[in-house]
């Protein structure tokens, strides 16, 4: 029995919560890691595991040896990393997670910096407007915008993002241009952001001197992805709320024109998040510190007025 590659099978199965998800994040079959968790059990006498059709539940002893296995792989880890650090070459894999508009207009045209800058990492990018289970998911971390509701991840602030209000001058000939955010009670074409982890639309927000307020009218579209939301914007369904990194261009060029811009919303918040019970690798480290050292800027984008 390889003992280090049963103690990370193992442990990677009570993370994830499931032999399947497990042995994908390891890319070894299924059976393999069953295999190594039996060969793990059968060398300590104990079992670590109770497993049923549908769900897989740590022991007592299970939760004793995994506290200390991850003390032992963490120290392992932090050996390697030392060891890369002092060769100032940072390696291995590292998922990422991100929504769609983040990653189109921000991450992505940043991404051949950092591939330049550490040419030994390689990266797996998810895309999804969807929330991402960072505990069992196979994710070392998620840039996400708004607030944080989790008191098991650890965030890290890199940026804010302006918020416009925008329609196309069709629309606008067609429907009337709106002077006081009341207005889009009248008569007005909302396209709203659903939230894929709710379910629910985002409320319209608005500030003014200081004043924050909400304009929750019943929309006549809704769209859960952000790209997906701001072509809908730019198709003339209605007017959206949206970053003003993603809309900038369409707004340069004239297809979208801001509107209510005495009132816009408060910046939105960007946070890198990953679990606080994972160790954080010398890879990722380093990808979170570029993030904050180059995120802010391309997220706040060029003025728009």
């Given amino acids: 029995m390889d003992q280090l590659q049963a103690i990370r099978a193992f442990a990677r199965v009570v993370e994830a919560g499931s032999f399947t998800r497990a042995a994908d994040s390891l890319d070894m079959p299924n059976a393999t890691v069953s295999k190594l968790v039996q060969e793990l059990e059968a060398h300590l006498g104990a079992r670590l ?9 740590v022991t007592r002893e299970g939760q004793d040896y995994y506290a200390k ?11 390697d990393s030392s060891f890369n650090v002092a060769r100032g070459k940072p390696r291995g894999h590292l998922r990422i997670d991100v929504g769609g508009s983040t990653a189109r207009d921000v991450l992505i045209p940043l991404l051949p910096e950092f591939v330049a800058r550490y040419p030994d990492i390689r990266i797996d990018l998810g895309v999804s407007d969807r929330a991402v289970d960072l505990i069992s998911g196979n994710v070392d971390c998620v840039i996400r915008g708004g607030p944080l509701d ?26 009337g241009v709106p002077a006081y955010p009341d207005e889009l009670k009248n008569g007005h074409r909302l ?11 985002i409320p319209f927000r608005f500030q003014h001197r200081g004043e924050k307020s909400e304009i929750k009218v019943e929309h006549r579209f809704g769209v859960n992805e952000s790209n997906a939301h701001l ?3 730019m198709a003339g369904l209605g007017i959206i709320q949206t970053f003003s990194y993603a809309a900038g261009p369409a707004l340069r060029d004239g297809a979208l024109v801001e509107i209510l811009q005495k009132w816009r919303p408060s910046p939105y918040p960007f946070h890198v998040v990953y679990p606080h019970n ?6 990722l480290r380093v990808f979170i510190d570029w993030l ?4 802010p800027a391309r997220v706040a984008g060029t003025p728009i007025a």
Avoid: N, W
């Fill in 49 to 57: 595991l109770q497993r049923t059709t549908r769900k897989v539940t």
């Fill in 69 to 79: 296995a991850t003390r032992i792989l963490q120290d392992l880890d932090d050996i």
């Fill in 150 to 175: 989790s008191s098991s991840l650890v965030a890290r602030a890199i940026g804010e993002a302006a918020m416009v209000t925008c329609a196309t001058p069709g629309y606008l000939k067609q429907y």
């Fill in 191 to 201: 396209i709203s952001y659903v939230s894929a982890l709710t379910g629910r639309a």
């Fill in 231 to 233: 072509a809908a914007g």
């Fill in 278 to 283: 994972r160790h954080v690798t010398h890879r």
């Fill in 292 to 295: 904050v050292e180059r995120f």
